[in-house]
């Protein structure tokens, strides 16, 4: 059986919600409402369980898990979500460079390269990009400086979270290119998209 980077449980009166996430696998998780998916996500990056919820991430035990040891699990989690903002006094650059400013690495060259070369990759001009603070960019751009920021921060497990909501056709079609962007650094990484499902 493979390692689980995830595994994770709730039950509540109208849904009983399972996901099991294998350790440097890609996995689509379908949830039924949006109170459930947020519930999932937050615990995936507080790397704590509510009442009702079990969670494991990388085969520790969260409900148990010491503050410094749960610290520590959150900096394996990372999310490209709603729920993880830009901050709006900080351009584009800053908010990409924060995790390498706040932990003094990787340096800042190295972050600006690397963020040049996805940006431009994605179809973005870095120069201009970078500049902008985020109530200048539109959805899709904030998108992008969440998911640079992420790969600044180099997370084990990169959850999406309703990636494609409030996109176009064409839009869609650059955000469905972060996963690769992603496995060329992180090729042993777990990717998890989440989105919600209609009831049937």
């Known amino acids: ?11 509540t009166p109208r849904h009983e919600v ?29 790397a704590r369980c509510e009442p009702g919820e079990e ?9 148990s898990a010491p503050s410094k040891k749960r610290e520590k699990l959150r900096h394996r989690v990372g999310a490209v979500s709603p729920i993880v903002g830009l901050m ?32 431009t990759a994605l ?32 997370p084990e497990l990169l959850v999406f979270d309703a990636l494609e909501d409030g996109l176009s056709f064409g839009e869609c079609k650059q955000v469905a290119r972060f996963e690769a962007q992603y496995r060329a650094r992180h090729p042993s990484g ?3 998209y989440v989105d919600t499902k209609e009831e049937s």
């Open 55 to 63: 969670l494991e991430l990388f085969g520790e035990p969260a409900a």
């Open 18 to 46: 399972q996901v099991a996430a294998p350790k440097g696998a890609v996995t689509h998780v379908h949830l039924p409402d949006d109170d459930a998916k947020a519930h999932f996500v937050t615990a995936l990056l507080k």
């Open 88 to 119: 709006s006094n900080l351009n584009a650059w800053e908010n990409i460079a924060l995790p390498a400013a706040y932990h003094g690495a990787p340096p800042l060259p190295e972050v600006a390269q690397m963020a040049s070369d996805v940006l």
């Open 123 to 154: 179809g973005a001009e870095p120069d201009y990009f970078f500049a902008r603070l985020p109530d200048e960019l539109g959805l899709l751009d904030r998108k992008i400086a969440a998911f640079v920021r992420l790969l600044v921060a180099a």
């Open 1 to 11: 059986m493979s390692e689980l980077a995830v595994r994770y449980k709730r039950k």
């Open 190 to 192: 777990t990717v998890v």
